[in-house]
């Protein structure tokens, strides 16, 4: 069973900047890894997705620009790295771990963003 531990989320003013961090149990380096948000009476999309090796990284066009995903294999960690953060950036941001045909989810991470 993966575990994936989310961190970092929390209040900030729009223009503002948060680093998102996923910790995960397991063979690290075997999962591509993607962050998702769910904003309040919606479903849950897509934000960004990283590679097994980190060289390849895909965005949604909402984020592109403004976000950065990145890991560190030798830490077991993903880092959503966030600038120029929108209110509508309000969500729970939830880390995701793909091996395979496994999905695993993180419990989430509040991000909101004051205007």
């Known amino acids: 069973q993966v575990q994936l531990v989310e961190s970092g989320g929390g209040l900030v003013q729009a223009g503002g900047s948060l680093r998102l961090s996923c910790a995960a149990s397991?063979?690290?380096?075997?999962?591509?890894m993607g962050w998702f948000l769910q904003a309040p009476g919606k479903e849950r999309e897509f934000v960004a997705s990283?590679?097994?090796?980190?060289?390849?990284?895909y965005y949604a066009d909402s984020v592109k620009g403004r976000f950065t995903i990145s890991r560190d294999n030798a830490k077991k960690t993903v880092y959503l790295q966030m600038n120029s953060l929108k209110p509508e950036d309000t969500a729970v941001y939830y880390c995701?771990?793909?091996?395979?045909?496994?999905?695993?989810w993180g419990q989430g991470t509040q991000v909101t963003v004051s205007s």
């Open positions: 995701r771990a793909v091996q395979g045909a496994w999905r695993y």
């Open positions: 990283i590679s097994y090796s980190g060289e390849s990284t």
């Open positions: 397991g063979p690290f380096s075997r999962y591509r």
